[in-house]
T-cell receptor
Framework: KQEVTQIPAALSVPEGENLVLNCSFTDSAIYNLQWFRQDPGKGLTSLLLIQSSQREQTSGRLNASLDKSSGRSTLYIAASQPGDSATYLCALGGESGGGADGLTFGKGTHLIIQP | NAGVTQTPKFQVLKTGQSMTLQCAQDMNHNSMYWYRQDPGMGLRLIYYSASEGTTDKGEVPNGYNVSRLNKREFSLRLESAAPSQTSVYFC???????????????FGDGTRLSIL
């Protein structure tokens, strides 16, 4: 069974800092990996999707990397802003399901950016 | 764009009552999902439908049933609600055809369900 761990569980940093969120997984047979953002009382918003054949994806100030062999992904946030405050979730699609049979989620990193 | 729409947003039930959570997506996605989110447990998959006409169990299916009514709609039913089913329920969809590249997951805003 796939296990997904996110470190740290919580993080508070001053505005403007660059930061890295970590995600590790136990089964490297993944089809894809996504990073989501969740605001309090809201649903999830997909930030980046990395297919298993890819090494990284970038969107604006966000960069996500994937190393299947080591079972790791990182989400890099550049020049953090108070609006980045949210919970960030890592989720994996299993290879056996071809991406169609749902995601396995980590428990998230609760991020606070101090003004 | 509406995306994924869930109804209701909030619901309080008594133990033993039944109810159906509704979900609809307007993105013509093949795959739809129901998750529950609990403190300390993260999101867990209840049921999924990889295509219209098919449904499969996820990690925590006990106590639930689903119906993929058509390509747009995927409902979750609690036949006899129990306090352990108090949770936030999320519906999601994606363009995920087996063996082909997948799209990002799109989530609804959730249904907050309390069972007394």
């Amino acid at each position: 069974k796939q296990e997904v761990t996110q470190i740290p569980a919580a993080l508070s940093v001053p505005e403007g800092e660059n930061l890295v969120l970590n995600c590790s997984f136990t089964d490297s047979a993944i089809y894809n990996l996504q990073w989501f953002r969740q605001d309090p009382g809201k649903g999830l918003t997909s930030l980046l999707l990395i297919q298993s054949s890819q090494r990284e994806q970038t969107s604006g100030r966000l960069n996500a990397s994937l190393d299947k062999s080591s079972g790791r992904s990182t989400l890099y946030i550049a020049a953090s802003q108070p609006g980045d405050s949210a919970t960030y979730l890592c989720a994996l699609g299993g290879e056996s399901g071809g991406g169609a049979d749902g995601l396995t989620f980590g428990k998230g990193t609760h991020l606070i950016i101090q003004p | 764009n509406a995306g994924v729409t869930q109804t209701p947003k909030f619901q309080v039930l008594k133990t033993g009552q039944s109810m159906t959570l509704q979900c609809a997506q307007d993105m013509n996605h093949n795959s739809m999902y129901w998750y529950r989110q609990d403190p300390g447990m993260g999101l867990r998959l209840i049921y999924y439908s990889a295509s219209e006409g098919t449904t499969d169990k996820g990690e925590v299916p006990n106590g639930y049933n689903v119906s993929r009514l058509n390509k747009r709609e995927f409902s979750l039913r609690l036949e006899s609600a129990a306090p352990s089913q108090t949770s936030v329920y999320f519906c999601a969809s994606s363009e995920a055809l087996r063996g082909r590249r997948t799209s990002r997951g799109h989530f609804g805003d959730g249904t907050r369900l309390s069972i007394l």
